[in-house]
């Protein structure tokens, strides 16, 4: 009974025994099975194809005795139906890890759990909502929940600093997501049927404080240079952060082996160059891989202390381009560069009531308008 971890990761076993409960001072329990081979397809989710994963599973009754755990890893343990009520009562729990499972709701009660930072809900094909969830919380992730179509408002969520709804496309509108000042990084590609309520309601707040987006799209802002960019210093203000922004498209079915099991495209890069040799390489960080090959637009921001903004000097030039040429299934369709300033971007006042021209605003400001501009484009 003082049994502190418990790690049976990729075993054979397919049900937890009822005096599992009886473990009252165990703190990480890992549960999880291999994942399917290979990424879904369109075709598959139409044809409501099933992974060949564990099924018919369901946690004992005594598993909310567990009273002192913290962190619980199920996933692909074809756990289905309900979670029960009973599961909100393990109130120490900061790690909940329920991805690649069958159940269809999880209990309206979740906020309970008053400790929770990260809840991973990715690839729950059968889950069709998301209730009220625990103010505490600073990642969370439901891509791939292909029957998701709700989700209650998200404002409670003060401390959420990643936000992942890759292809939930059946969802309509992500309330609350303008409150959300902690947010780092968003993921809703492949979410077209929310895609316009996401860009009304992206703040200049949450595009200044914004490290990574990725959203339905095909186009950069007009103002980002779309050519390599040759550094030029200002005598008196200092780069504070770089903007990255491309238009990719993804073809599943065409992906080799390897990028089929990524759970982002890694393919894209923003090089430094020096005297005709690149000093610094960054992978840029593109999660969430759509299922359709529709153009998806990702906006990178690299802030003062990352290497490639420190490593700027005077004369070195920026580019994007594929890691590899090579590579099937990724098309980069267009790429920008914009470097931001001292003062570019500092102004916290509500720009609106100044009636300025875009030239004058402060580089957020003009991001909003641009995703209002396209938001209009597509709806006419």
Not at 57 to 78: I, N, Q, V, W, Y
Not at 182 to 190: A, D, E, N, Q, T
Not at 239 to 268: H, T
Request: with cysteine.
């Amino acid at each position: 009974r003082s049994l502190k971890r418990f790690i049976m990761e990729e075993s054979v076993v397919t049900s937890l025994p009822e005096s599992f409960g009886l473990l009252q001072d165990l703190v990480t329990l890992k549960m999880n099975k291999p994942l399917p081979s290979r990424r879904r397809t369109l075709a598959d989710i139409t044809a409501n194809f099933n992974h060949d994963l564990p099924r018919h599973k369901e946690l004992p009754a005594s598993f909310c005795k567990l009273s002192s755990l913290e962190e619980f890893d199920a996933r692909a343990c074809g756990i289905s139906g309900q979670i029960q009520d009973d599961f909100t009562k393990l109130s120490k729990l900061e790690t909940l890890n329920f991805s690649y499972n069958d159940f269809h709701s999880i209990p309206g009660s979740m906020e309970r759990l008053c400790v929770l930072k990260k809840l991973l809900l990715c690839h729950c094909e059968r889950l069709r909502s998301l209730p009220q969830l625990p103010s505490t919380l600073v990642e969370l992730n439901a891509a791939d929940c292909y029957a998701l179509e709700s989700i209650d408002d998200l404002s409670n969520l003060e401390k959420l600093q990643e936000l992942q709804l890759t292809n939930c496309n059946k969802i309509k509108d992500v309330p609350g997501l303008e409150c959300l000042r902690s947010l780092r990084r968003l993921y809703v590609g492949g979410c077209h049927s929310s895609a316009s309520s996401v860009r009304r309601r992206l703040s200049k707040a949450a595009l200044r404080n914004l490290t990574n987006l990725g959203i339905p799209g095909t186009e950069i802002p007009d103002w980002f240079s779309r050519e390599v960019v040759n550094v030029a210093t200002h005598p008196n203000l200092t780069i504070k952060s770089v903007l990255v922004g491309v238009v990719v498209s993804v073809n599943v079915e065409a992906l080799d082996d390897v990028q089929a099991q990524l759970p982002s495209i890694v393919d894209i890069q923003a090089r430094v160059i020096g005297e005709d040799e690149p000093i610094y390489k960054t992978v840029l960080n593109l999660m969430g891989v759509p299922i359709t090959p529709e153009d998806h637009l990702y906006l990178c921001r690299f802030k003062h202390y990352h290497p490639l903004v420190l490593l700027l000097r005077e004369g070195h030039k920026i580019e994007v381009g594929r890691r590899s040429e090579s590579a099937s299934g990724i098309e980069l369709k267009m790429w920008g560069i914009h470097l931001v300033f001292e003062n570019d971007d500092d102004y916290d006042g509500d720009e609106d009531l100044l009636h300025l021209s875009e030239s004058q605003q402060s580089v957020s400001q003009r991001l909003v308008g641009f995703f209002r501009r396209t938001d209009q484009s597509i709806q006419q």
